[in-house]
C-alpha cells in the first residue's frame, strides 16, 4: 500500500526561510531518494499569500509556513527512510530551526484525475503543477473535487485509525483562482477542518515570500 509522509513545517527563526530552502532544496530532498521505495517528494509553501486564501487553520497547524509530502512504495520503505534520517542528524546535515507539527505516514485512501488532464490517477503527483489545495480533516468526495475548475488531481490518505485525513488537490491553473472556488466548497462540507487552503510550488532559487513581509 503506497504511503504519504507528511510534515507540516514552521521555521522558528523567522530570518532563516533562506537558509531552510537552501538545505532542503539542495541537500535533504535529494538525498531522500537514495532510498529504494521513494518515489515521490516535493515540497510546497504556505506564502503570506497562501495564508491569506485559506478558509480554516487550527491553533496546532496555524504556525506552519512548509508542507512536505513524500510518497513511499509500502511499509518496508519506513526503517531505511527513518535510518536515513538518523544518519543525517549523526553527520550534523540537519536543520534545526524548525518544527513540525504534523508529521507521520498516512496510507493513501483514494486517487483521482480530471478526465481532461487525460493522465491516469496515479500519475497526477508527477504532473507540473501550480500548487496544491489541502484539506486536514474528514474524507473528501474524490470525484467531485477533480469536477471543480483548476484541479488536475487529487490523492488523499488517512492515518492507521481512519480517523485523520488528509487530501491534496494538484492545481494546474491561478493558484489563487482556484482556491477562491475550493474554499466555500469546503466549508459547505460542514465538517470541522484542521487546515483548507494553498500552497505554492517552490521555484528552487525564490525564497523571498517572507522576507518581503519586512523587506523596503
Given at each position: 500500500?503506497?504511503?504519504?509522509f507528511f510534515s507540516f513545517t514552521e521555521i522558528t527563526d523567522p530570518t532563516l526561510h533562506g537558509a531552510y530552502n537552501?538545505?532542503?532544496q539542495f541537500d535533504h530532498l535529494p538525498e531522500q531518494f537514495t532510498v529504494d521505495g521513494i518515489v515521490f517528494g516535493q515540497r510546497w509553501?504556505?506564502?503570506?499569500?497562501?495564508?491569506?486564501?485559506?478558509?480554516?487553520?487550527s491553533s496546532r497547524l496555524e504556525p506552519c509556513h512548509y508542507m512536505t509530502l513524500y510518497?513511499?512504495?509500502d511499509a518496508t520503505v519506513l526503517p531505511p527512510f527513518f535510518a536515513l534520517a538518523t544518519r543525517l542528524h549523526d553527520e550534523g546535515r540537519w536543520f534545526t530551526a524548525r518544527a513540525s507539527?504534523?508529521?507521520g505516514d498516512f496510507a493513501r485512501t483514494g486517487c483521482w484525475a480530471a478526465p481532461r488532464v487525460l493522465v491516469s490517477p496515479g500519475a497526477v503527483p508527477y504532473r507540473p503543477a501550480a500548487g496544491v489545495y489541502v484539506v486536514v480533516g474528514p474524507a473528501l468526495d474524490g470525484a467531485a473535487l477533480v469536477a471543480r475548475d483548476g484541479v488536475a488531481g487529487a490523492w488523499q490518505f488517512a492515518d492507521a485509525a481512519g480517523e485523520s485525513h488528509i487530501t491534496v488537490a494538484f492545481l494546474d491553473t491561478d493558484l489563487l483562482a482556484?482556491?477562491?472556488?475550493?474554499?466555500p466548497w469546503c466549508q459547505d462540507l460542514g465538517a470541522p477542518l484542521e487546515w483548507a487552503g494553498p500552497l505554492?510550488?517552490?521555484?528552487?532559487n525564490r525564497w523571498d515570500w517572507f522576507d518581503r513581509l519586512t523587506g523596503p
Open positions: 500500500m503506497v504511503l504519504g537552501q538545505w532542503h509553501v504556505a506564502s503570506p499569500r497562501c495564508q491569506q486564501a485559506r478558509v480554516a487553520v510518497l513511499l512504495r507539527h504534523l508529521t482556484t482556491a477562491a472556488h475550493l474554499g505554492e510550488t517552490i521555484d528552487p
